[in-house]
């Protein structure tokens, strides 16, 4: 019997952090890692950095529009859509076939993530999954940021460095990704709502950003 989704996300942030900390007293295997392995690995920390400075600014800018962690609804887009705690399992987890991920998702096979066409099926299945999830937080964002651009008020809009943090690892991770065009939105834009929706975004997207960037770190050391 497999853990839940949330005990299986913390338990996996818990065993890459405890890897961190094994890392520091004793060396790495010789092997080093692969050239593309590293760059991704250096995407994933850019978009955490940039997530994190974005979300900063939209707390300060809509202090008024309830956009703490402690007062928002939080909502995870990809819910039912992707599976990548399950899919992004360290080995020392997947001894129970079951728990691992069982929605049919594209694979990737040409992304630079990955060290060569002879990478474990698990490995290019997570990568896979985080490719997933930030195609669909893209879509989400940029749709958003649309309707932002035309507040009269200008208050607000997405920071471009986490924008092109997203594309950056996108490409990375699938260099023939085809765009997905976005769909027009013809009813008068709610800029409150789309304000709040942007809170609740953000704060989802970073904790998402923290998975993707301990995977990568591990996935850079194994």
Do not use: W
């Amino acid at each position: 019997m497999c853990p839940p989704r949330g005990l299986l996300l913390v338990t996996i942030l818990v065993l890459l952090n405890h890897l961190d900390h094994l890392s520091l007293a004793r060396s790495l295997p010789t092997a080093s890692p692969s050239p593309g392995m590293f760059q991704c690995l250096n995407h994933s920390q850019n978009l955490l950095k940039a997530v994190s400075n974005t979300l900063q600014k939209a707390r300060q800018t809509l202090e008024l529009y309830s956009c703490t962690s402690e007062e928002i609804d939080h909502e995870d887009i990809t819910k039912d859509k992707t599976s990548t705690v399950e899919a992004c399992l360290p080995l020392e987890l997947t001894m129970n076939e079951s728990c691992l991920a069982s929605r049919e998702i594209f694979l990737i096979t040409n992304g630079s993530c990955l060290a060569s066409r002879k990478a474990s099926f698990m490995t290019t299945l997570c990568l896979s999954s985080i490719y997933e999830d930030l195609k669909m937080y893209q879509i989400e964002f940029k749709a958003m940021n649309a309707k932002l651009l035309m507040d009269p008020k200008r208050q607000i809009f997405l920071d471009q460095n986490m924008l092109t943090a997203i594309d950056e690892l996108l490409q990375a991770l699938n260099f023939n990704s085809a765009t997905v065009p976005q769909k027009s939105s013809l009813e008068e834009p709610d800029f409150y709502k789309t304000k709040i929706k942007l809170c609740i975004l953000l704060h989802a997207f970073r904790i998402r950003a923290v998975t993707i960037d301990r995977m990568m770190s591990y996935l850079n050391s194994s």
